[in-house]
């Protein structure tokens, strides 16, 4: 006896979460992605610009601030006639009457008959000057040089060499600002700056993926009118749509309209091949019953199973036609109810038990086909249950739902499984039947990309298990 068999895999193509479809491919995240790449590349350069633009204009205030002082030194001491450094320089700025403040300057002697030193009471200990051969002075007796200051700081000096009477007395003038404050001040508007792009980058962005996701409103709308006609609740579909987007809407429209035109037509034709058959066949199996005898049987029996056969490919041929087209919908707990109702008055000597979900599924199908197949299993049950069988209808994997009809008969050998799918085999021929049952259940499944399993019931006879599309 089998313990499990799978019939042929029957992939169903689930739908997506919203998210999974949203992410690598979307238009929307491909748009705002690129134009957040843009957006943040553009802020990157504009904070370049602009900081380097503030650091060349601040270091030219600087340097001009320095300069100013040192001119303003130059004019603010002499010499005497002993050669003495004479004057009191004030340079306006309280900077250089703060010790230790990294504003400082100095007068030196720069020639001989000149002696004697000045320098501003912020500076409390002498700070060394690079050798002429280090850092040269310029065509005008001037250079400028970085060095460390008394605390730690950085400074910018600059220095000068001028000549203070007729007899070509010289000192040497030095101007000295706090480089490192300079630096710091740099670094706080760098971080404000950073901090104001940031907050207008991220509502730039924002404001940016606003406009585009309301921009792709339509076809959003678009989707969701697709929706409802896949899911049979609408027919077309209906609505304004923009200028760039309303021929796809047409187009599309046009293709459903033809759609419905082709399954119109295969209905007809079917229609018409069942009816120009049913009379020759119905014809054939009279004939046959009345010549009587072996032969009048056989007639009748092949005229019979003729007509089963047409009949079978008659539903698929049907459900072909519509499985592409728009999507019927086929509540599933009343049908089974029912089928269950009226087999159980079939069958009043087996024990037939009902198990359905809370919420109602739909069957993303034509009733008629979920009727046969349905009906099929629970005939194939009932034909070989010896006292109970069991039916249960749960929700599966997202937009998928699973039938499961078992029973308590003898089951199906495992080498055995594969063939009751094969149409016209049958296992016991003691039992009445076409072998048609469970080959027109594969080839439903089939149809509507399904999963059909036959499975060892813990009940000891047959576990047949449907999984089909549901609509959500």
């Given at each position: 006896m089998s313990r499990r068999h799978k019939a042929e895999p029957l992939p169903i193509p689930a739908r997506k979460p919203f998210s999974a479809r949203l992410w690598p491919r979307s238009l929307a995240f491909r748009v705002i992605g690129f134009s957040t790449i843009w957006a943040i590349l553009t802020l990157i350069v504009i904070f370049t610009l602009i900081t380097t633009l503030y650091r060349q204009a601040?270091?030219?205030?600087?340097?001009?601030?320095?300069?100013?002082?040192?001119?303003?030194?130059?004019?603010?001491?002499?010499?005497?006639?002993?050669?003495?450094?004479?004057?009191?320089?004030?340079l306006g700025d309280l900077r250089f009457s703060e010790p230790n403040s990294g504003w400082y300057w100095s007068v030196e002697p720069a020639s001989e008959g000149v002696h004697?030193?000045?320098?501003?009471?912020?500076?409390?200990?002498?700070?060394?000057?690079?050798?002429?051969?280090?850092?040269?002075?310029?065509?005008?007796?001037?250079?400028?040089?970085?060095?460390?200051?008394?605390?730690?700081?950085?400074?910018?000096?600059?220095?000068?060499?001028?000549?203070?009477?007729?007899?070509?007395r010289a000192a040497r003038f030095r101007v000295m600002?706090?480089?490192?404050?300079?630096?710091?001040?740099?670094?706080?508007?760098?971080?404000?700056?950073?901090?104001?792009?940031?907050?207008?980058?991220?509502?730039?962005?924002?404001?940016?993926?606003?406009?585009?996701?309301?921009?792709?409103?339509?076809?959003?709308?678009?989707?969701?009118?697709?929706?409802?006609?896949?899911?049979?609740?609408?027919q077309r579909l209906d609505g304004q749509f923009p200028a760039e987007i309303e021929p796809l809407a047409n187009e599309t429209n046009a293709?459903?309209?033809?759609n419905k035109r082709i399954v119109e037509r295969s209905r007809t034709q079917v229609g018409n091949l069942a009816h120009s058959l049913k009379t020759p066949l119905a014809v054939l199996i009279n004939e046959g019953r009345a010549l009587g005898g072996a032969k009048g049987q056989?007639?009748?029996?092949?005229?019979?199973s003729m007509q089963k056969q047409v009949d079978h490919y008659l539903q698929r041929a049907r459900v072909a036609a519509q499985r592409d087209s728009v999507v019927y919908r086929?509540?599933?707990?009343?049908?089974?109810?029912?089928?269950?109702?009226?087999?159980?008055?079939?069958?009043?000597?087996?024990?037939?038990?009902?198990?359905?979900?809370?919420?109602?599924?739909?069957?993303?199908?034509?009733?008629?086909?979920?009727?046969?197949?349905?009906?099929?299993?629970?005939?194939?049950?009932?034909?070989?249950?010896?006292?109970t069988v069991a039916v249960s209808?749960?929700?599966?994997?997202?937009?998928?739902?699973?039938?499961?009809?078992?029973?308590?008969?003898?089951?199906?050998?495992?080498?055995?499984?594969?063939?009751?799918?094969?149409?016209?085999?049958?296992?016991?021929?003691?039992?009445?039947?076409t072998g048609l049952g469970l080959a027109i259940v594969a080839d439903l499944v089939n149809e509507y990309g399904g999963a059909l399993a036959l499975e060892r019931s813990t009940m000891g006879g047959l576990k047949a298990v449907v999984r089909l599309r549901s609509l959500q």
């Amino acid at each position: 006896m089998s313990r499990r068999h799978k019939a042929e895999p029957l992939p169903i193509p689930a739908r997506k979460p919203f998210s999974a479809r949203l992410w690598p491919r979307s238009l929307a995240f491909r748009v705002i992605g690129f134009s957040t790449i843009w957006a943040i590349l553009t802020l990157i350069v504009i904070f370049t610009l602009i900081t380097t633009l503030y650091r060349q204009a601040s270091e030219r205030g600087f340097d001009s601030l320095l300069s100013a002082h040192l001119f303003n030194l130059i004019g603010s001491v002499g010499v005497s006639e002993s050669g003495q450094l004479t004057g009191a320089p004030d340079l306006g700025d309280l900077r250089f009457s703060e010790p230790n403040s990294g504003w400082y300057w100095s007068v030196e002697p720069a020639s001989e008959g000149v002696h004697g030193n000045l320098h501003s009471s912020s500076m409390t200990t002498t700070i060394p000057s690079p050798t002429v051969a280090e850092v040269p002075f310029n065509s005008s007796f001037q250079r400028s040089y970085s060095t460390d200051g008394i605390g730690d700081e950085q400074l910018e000096v600059f220095e000068s060499e001028f000549v203070l009477d007729a007899k070509n007395r010289a000192a040497r003038f030095r101007v000295m600002g706090n480089k490192t404050e300079l630096e710091q001040e740099i670094a706080t508007f760098q971080g404000r700056l950073l901090t104001y792009l940031s907050l207008f980058g991220v509502g730039m962005i924002a404001i940016n993926a606003i406009a585009i996701l309301l921009g792709l409103q339509p076809l959003r709308r678009v989707r969701n009118a697709l929706a409802q006609v896949r899911e049979g609740t609408a027919q077309r579909l209906d609505g304004q749509f923009p200028a760039e987007i309303e021929p796809l809407a047409n187009e599309t429209n046009a293709l459903i309209e033809n759609n419905k035109r082709i399954v119109e037509r295969s209905r007809t034709q079917v229609g018409n091949l069942a009816h120009s058959l049913k009379t020759p066949l119905a014809v054939l199996i009279n004939e046959g019953r009345a010549l009587g005898g072996a032969k009048g049987q056989l007639i009748a029996d092949q005229a019979a199973s003729m007509q089963k056969q047409v009949d079978h490919y008659l539903q698929r041929a049907r459900v072909a036609a519509q499985r592409d087209s728009v999507v019927y919908r086929t509540p599933v707990t009343p049908l089974v109810q029912r089928m269950v109702r009226v087999l159980q008055k079939l069958k009043p000597d087996v024990s037939l038990s009902l198990t359905l979900p809370a919420a109602d599924i739909v069957f993303a199908g034509e009733r008629e086909d979920l009727e046969e197949l349905v009906g099929n299993l629970l005939d194939n049950a009932m034909k070989w249950a010896r006292s109970t069988v069991a039916v249960s209808v749960t929700p599966a994997a997202a937009g998928l739902f699973e039938l499961s009809i078992e029973d308590d008969g003898p089951g199906i050998p495992e080498d055995k499984a594969r063939d009751v799918l094969k149409r016209g085999r049958r296992l016991d021929e003691t039992k009445p039947g076409t072998g048609l049952g469970l080959a027109i259940v594969a080839d439903l499944v089939n149809e509507y990309g399904g999963a059909l399993a036959l499975e060892r019931s813990t009940m000891g006879g047959l576990k047949a298990v449907v999984r089909l599309r549901s609509l959500q």
